[in-house]
C-alpha cells in the first residue's frame, strides 16, 4: 500500500493505493483497512479491488491537529497486513524571532510559518506575550491566503537585569513558543580578585549586552571610598568587543573595608564589591567565658607571610584576668594563626583588651572574663499572654551560682502592664531559676521587656501582653450598596485566634441582606472576611448585621439602597471625637451619583451651643460625596449631625473632650545616667491651641524644665522634652508622669543605668580590724579626676557600743539620698584615695567618715589594685577627744573608717571611734 501524499496538514485529505502480487478473482477482492489514530486520520473499513484488476484507491480523511502526528494506516487481505505510516501536522509549522537576543528597548521581527499555503481568506495567528513589561506583540498577525509566511512586530522596553519573554504563537489549537532574551545596555561589572590587602590591585571587567558601536562604549567609573580603592574615571569597550577591563588601585586600611564600584553605560549602573583588608586582623572565641576557662585567638594578615614567617607580638591589658603569650608565628604562605587565652578567676564581668601587633599595625579584640554565675540569658515563657494571665522567667548563668546562690536583681519597664519580683536567686550549684511574671489587663497589645542584671550584667527579654481574648468588632465595607450588589464584611479578633481557630457566628436583622451562618478565623490570626449578598429593596433599608463569640456580640450597618435615582446613603464624621476647639470634618454620601444641578443635603445639630453646622451641603453633579465642617466651642459636649435628602434622613454622633494624655514614651529607654533621654507626650487629638502638659518625676533629679510642663503646640498631637539624667549609685527606676488641665495621668518607667563614663571598680574582701567588712563599688572617671558614684554597704564589728557599721550611716549612697542623710565625697579625693563622708545626726552634728587608699592611683586601664593597708598599725579605737596624747587616730595614709561627735552644746558626750582596714582589692570592670 502508498499513500499520497504521506505528510500532509491536518484537515487535508490523501489517497491511498492498495496494490496485488495478481489479478484479483472473480467477485473482486475486498481488502479490509484500519487506522490505528482515529483522532488524526480515517478511512474506509474496506477497499474493493476489482476483478481482473491489481490495484485499488481509498481516500484518507485527516483532522486538525495541535501536534504533529502519525496515524498508522493498514491494509489487510488474506491475512496479509502491510501498514504504512501517515503524518498529519498541523497548520502552524513554526515561529522564529530575528534577533532573539537583543537591547532592551530595541525591536524585533517575529515570522511564522504554516505547513501548507494558508486558505481563501488567509490563517489567523493569535499571538501573546509572557512578559508584557519587557516585550509587546500585536494580538494576531494573518498569513495572507496561497502563503506559508507572515511577519510581525515585536517591540521591547528598556530593562535593568537580563530578562526574558516568551512569544507564543496560537493557530488551529497548536502553539510555538519561542524565548525572546533582553540585556540591559550594562549587563554587569565584576572585580577579581574580589577581596585584596590594602595596597594591592584587583582587575575590574564591564560587560555590555551587545557588542559595542562604531567608536566603542565609554563605560564610567566611580568608587564610593576613595580612601581604600580608586578606579579610573571610565573605560572604553571596543567597538564590536562586549567587554572590557580596568585597573582598580587600592590603599592600606586599619579595618576591613567594603567599596562600593559603580559602572554607568546609558544611564544604567550596576555594581561591584571590593573588600579591602588591613593587614592584620584579630578575633577571639568564644568572646566570653567563665574565669578560669579558655578562649582561642586568631590572627589573621591581609596576606600571606613571607619566607620564615611573620612574627605577631600579643598582649593583655589585664594580665589578672587572662594572659597570652608573647607573640604567634604565621607560618611562611599562610595567613592565620591560632593562639591560646588563658583566663583567671574574677568577682565581677571583666572586659579585657587583647592587643595583636604586626608591622606597626596594632588590632585588638575584647574577651569578657565572667565570674562563676555571671548572667547569660533571661527568657520568658509563653512570650505572649492575655492581660490577666501569668508567665514564667528563666534566668541562666554561665556556670553554676557559687555558694550562698547568685541574685539577679528584675525589672519591668511597663508596671503597667506586667510586673517581677525585685529579685530571683540561682542556688547554689545549679545554672537557672525561675520566677513569676504577673501581667495585668490592657486594651492593646502591648510588648514589655523584662529586665534581668547581675554584676553589671543585663539581658532583656520581651512579653507580650494582649488584650482580653474576645471579638474586637464587625464591619462591612462598602457600608452602603444598591440591592443585588454585594458587600464584604471583616470580623476581627482581640488577639490571635486559639489553636484550630475561632468560629464566630453570624446574623442579619433584615432579608435584605444575606451573610453565612458563621466564619472562622484562623489559628494565629486576628481577622476573617466573609460575603454580604443582598436582593433588591424599593426603599433604603438598614441591615443590623451581628457578630458573635464567646458570649460577646458585635455589630455593624449595611445599607441597602433602592435602585434608581441617588439617595442618601450615610454621614461620617472624622474624626468622631475631637478636643473642644478643633474641627471635625463630616462626609455625606448618596448611593449613586448626584443628578445635574447637583444633590443639596439638609444638616442639623442638636446641640447647637457646643457644634457649629451648615445649613447644607451640596453634592456636585456627577459624585457621590461632599464635604462639610463641624466647629466646637470650648467645653465638653455631645452632638447629632443629621443629613436629610428627598425624605431620607442619616445621623452621625460628635464629641468634644478635653485634651488628654494619652501616651508618654521616652527615647532611649534605659537611659545612661549622665546622659539625655528624648520623651514625647501623645493626645488625644489634634490640639486647637498650645496646650500645656505638666510633667512629674517620683525621683527628685530632673525635669522638662522648671515650670515642669511641656507645651503641645496647636495643630499638633504631640510634643517632645528632653530629661537630661543625673549620675545615679545604682540602676534606678523612675516613673514620669504627664497630664493635660487636671485630666486623667499616665505613667511612663524610665530605667536609668549607671554612668558609662570612667571605670567601675568592685570592692574584693574588704575586712575592717574590728571583724567588719565593706562590699559593693564606686565609679572613677580619672578625665575629670571625679568619683561619678559610690554603692558601698559597711556591717559593724562584734562591739554594739561602736556606731560604725549601724544603721544608718552603714550605707554610702552617691549621689542619691540616703534618706535624709545624702553621702558625699570629699573634695580632697584624689585617683590614690577617695573620701566618703555620712552625715548621721544634724543635732548634734555627727558623721561616719570612709577612706580608701590605693597601692596606686586608679586609671583607666583597669586591673586589680590592693587597697592600702597597716593591720598592725597601733591605734586608739575609742576616744572622747580626737587628738593626742588623749587619743591616737590612725594615720591619714592607710584604709580606714571613722565615727565622729565632736564637742556640742547638747550635753552630749563627744565620741570618736576608728577602725582600720586590714585587706582588701579592688578590681575595674
Given amino acids: 500500500m502508498t499513500l499520497n501524499p504521506a505528510t500532509l496538514t491536518g484537515g487535508a485529505n490523501s489517497t491511498g493505493t492498495v496494490t496485488l502480487s495478481a489479478a484479483a478473482p472473480a467477485g473482486g477482492a475486498v481488502v479490509a483497512l484500519t487506522s490505528n489514530n482515529l483522532n488524526a486520520a480515517t478511512v474506509p473499513a474496506s477497499v474493493t479491488v476489482a ?77 501573546t506575550s509572557g512578559n508584557t513589561n519587557a516585550a509587546t506583540v500585536p494580538a494576531a498577525v494573518t498569513v495572507a491566503a496561497g502563503t506559508t509566511t507572515a511577519s510581525f512586530a515585536v517591540i521591547t522596553k528598556a530593562v535593568t537585569a537580563v530578562t526574558q519573554a516568551n512569544i507564543t504563537a496560537t493557530s488551529v489549537g497548536a502553539s510555538r513558543i519561542v524565548t525572546l532574551t533582553l540585556n540591559p545596555p550594562l549587563v554587569g561589572v565584576t572585580v577579581n580578585p574580589a577581596a585584596v590587602k590594602g595596597g594591592v590591585g584587583s582587575t575590574g571587567t564591564v560587560t555590555l549586552g551587545t557588542a559595542a558601536p562604531v567608536g566603542g562604549a565609554i563605560v564610567t567609573l566611580a568608587s564610593s571610598n576613595l580612601n581604600a580603592a580608586t578606579v579610573p574615571a571610565s573605560v572604553t569597550v571596543a567597538a564590536g568587543a562586549r567587554s572590557a577591563t580596568f585597573a582598580v588601585t587600592t590603599k592600606a586600611v586599619t579595618a576591613v573595608t567594603a567599596v562600593t564600584l559603580t559602572a554607568t553605560y546609558s544611564g544604567l549602573a550596576k555594581t561591584a564589591t571590593l573588600t579591602v583588608h588591613p ?112 508567665s514564667t522567667g528563666t534566668v541562666t548563668l554561665t556556670s553554676t551560682a557559687p555558694a550562698g546562690g547568685a541574685v539577679a536583681t528584675l525589672a519591668s519597664n511597663n508596671i503597667n502592664a506586667a510586673t517581677v519580683p525585685a529579685s530571683v536567686t540561682v542556688a547554689a550549684g545549679a545554672t537557672t531559676a525561675t520566677f513569676a511574671i504577673t501581667s495585668k489587663a490592657v486594651t492593646a497589645v502591648t510588648a514589655v521587656t523584662i529586665t534581668a542584671t547581675r554584676s553589671g550584667v543585663a539581658k532583656t ?34 488577639s490571635a485566634a486559639p489553636v484550630g481557630g475561632a468560629v464566630v457566628t453570624l446574623t442579619s436583622s433584615n432579608n435584605a441582606a444575606t451573610v453565612p451562618v458563621s466564619v472562622t478565623v484562623a489559628a494565629g490570626a486576628t481577622t476573617k472576611t466573609f460575603a454580604v449578598t443582598t436582593s433588591a429593596v424599593t426603599v433604603p433599608t438598614a441591615v443590623t448585621l451581628t457578630a458573635t463569640y464567646s458570649g460577646v456580640a458585635k455589630t455593624a450597618t449595611l445599607t441597602v439602597n433602592p435602585a434608581g435615582p441617588a439617595a442618601l446613603a450615610g454621614v461620617a464624621m472624622n474624626p468622631a471625637t475631637v478636643i473642644y476647639g478643633a474641627n471635625s470634618t463630616g462626609t455625606v454620601t448618596l448611593t449613586s451619583a448626584a443628578p445635574a444641578g447637583g444633590a443639596v443635603i439638609a444638616l442639623t445639630a442638636t446641640n447647637t451651643s457646643g457644634f457649629t453646622v451648615p445649613a447644607s451641603v451640596t453634592v456636585p453633579v456627577g459624585a457621590t460625596t461632599a464635604q462639610f465642617t463641624v466647629g466646637t466651642y470650648w467645653f465638653p459636649a455631645t452632638t447629632t449631625i443629621t443629613a436629610t435628602y428627598n425624605g431620607v434622613a442619616k445621623a452621625a454622633v460628635l464629641t468634644s473632650v478635653d485634651a488628654t494624655v494619652v501616651g508618654l514614651t521616652c527615647n532611649p529607654n534605659p537611659v545612661i545616667a549622665g546622659t539625655t ?117 559597711v556591717t559593724p564589728g562584734p562591739d554594739p557600743n561602736n556606731p560604725l557599721g549601724q544603721t544608718p550611716q552603714n550605707l554610702y549612697y552617691y549621689p542619691w539620698p540616703n534618706g535624709f542623710m545624702p553621702t558625699f565625697v570629699d573634695n580632697w579625693s584624689t585617683a590614690s584615695e577617695m573620701a566618703l563622708q555620712n552625715p548621721v545626726t544634724n543635732t548634734p552634728v555627727s558623721w561616719t567618715y570612709l577612706q580608701f587608699n590605693f597601692a596606686q592611683p586608679l586609671t583607666n586601664a583597669g586591673g586589680t589594685i590592693p587597697l592600702v593597708v597597716n593591720p598592725n598599725v597601733a591605734y586608739t579605737p575609742y576616744c572622747t577627744e580626737d587628738y593626742s596624747p588623749t587619743c591616737t587616730p590612725p594615720p591619714a595614709n592607710i584604709s580606714q573608717e571613722s565615727f565622729a561627735l565632736p564637742d556640742n552644746l547638747y550635753g552630749v558626750v563627744p565620741g570618736f571611734f576608728y577602725r582600720v582596714v586590714i585587706s582588701g582589692t579592688v578590681t575595674a570592670q
Fill in 51 to 127: 476483478a481482473g484488476a491489481t490495484t485499488a484507491r481509498f481516500t484518507v480523511a485527516t483532522k486538525t491537529v495541535t501536534v504533529g502526528t502519525v496515524a498508522i494506516i493498514t491494509p489487510t487481505y488474506n491475512g496479509i497486513s502491510k501498514p504504512v505510516g501517515l503524518v498529519v501536522n498541523p497548520l502552524l509549522g513554526s515561529l522564529t524571532l530575528n534577533p532573539s537576543v537583543l537591547i532592551g528597548g530595541a525591536g524585533s521581527t517575529g515570522t511564522v510559518t504554516l505547513t501548507r499555503a494558508a486558505p481563501a481568506g488567509g490563517a489567523v495567528v493569535t499571538l
Fill in 279 to 390: 593587614p592584620l586582623v584579630v578575633p577571639v572565641t568564644p568572646a566570653a567565658v567563665t574565669g578560669g576557662v579558655g578562649s582561642t585567638g586568631r590572627v589573621t594578615l591581609g596576606s600571606a607571610a613571607p619566607v620564615g614567617g611573620a612574627i605577631v607580638t600579643l598582649a593583655s591589658n589585664n594580665l589578672n584576668a587572662a594572659t597570652v603569650p608573647a607573640s604567634v608565628t604565621v607560618a611562611a604562605g599562610a595567613t592565620t594563626a591560632t593562639f591560646a587565652v588563658t583566663t583567671k578567676a574574677v568577682t565581677a564581668a571583666t572586659a579585657v583588651t587583647l592587643t595583636a601587633t604586626y608591622s606597626g599595625v596594632a588590632k585588638t579584640a575584647t574577651l569578657t572574663v565572667n565570674p562563676p554565675g555571671a548572667l547569660t540569658s533571661v527568657s520568658v515563657n509563653p512570650a505572649a499572654v492575655v492581660g490577666g494571665a501569668g
Fill in 677 to 793: 533621654t528624648t520623651c514625647t507626650v501623645t493626645l488625644n487629638g489634634t490640639a486647637p491651641e498650645a496646650t500645656s502638659v505638666f510633667i512629674l518625676s517620683d525621683q527628685p533629679f530632673f525635669l522638662p524644665d522648671s515650670s515642669g510642663s511641656v507645651t503641645v503646640p496647636a495643630g499638633a498631637v504631640s510634643a517632645a522634652f528632653s530629661l537630661t539624667t543625673t549620675l545615679v549609685p545604682d540602676q534606678i527606676v523612675a516613673h514620669i508622669s504627664a497630664n493635660a488641665l487636671a485630666t486623667a495621668t499616665v505613667t511612663a518607667p524610665l530605667t536609668i543605668n549607671l554612668t558609662n563614663r570612667g571605670r567601675k571598680w568592685v570592692l574584693n574582701n574588704v575586712v575592717f580590724k574590728d571583724g567588719g567588712t565593706a562590699t559593693g563599688y564606686f565609679t572613677y572617671d580619672p578625665a575629670t579626676g571625679q568619683y561619678l558614684d559610690v554603692n558601698i554597704q
Fill in 461 to 494: 527579654a520581651t512579653l507580650t501582653v494582649n488584650p482580653p481574648t474576645g471579638l474586637a468588632g464587625v464591619s462591612v465595607n462598602p457600608a452602603a450598596v444598591v440591592g443585588g450588589a454585594g458587600s464584604t464584611g471583616t470580623v476581627t479578633l482581640g
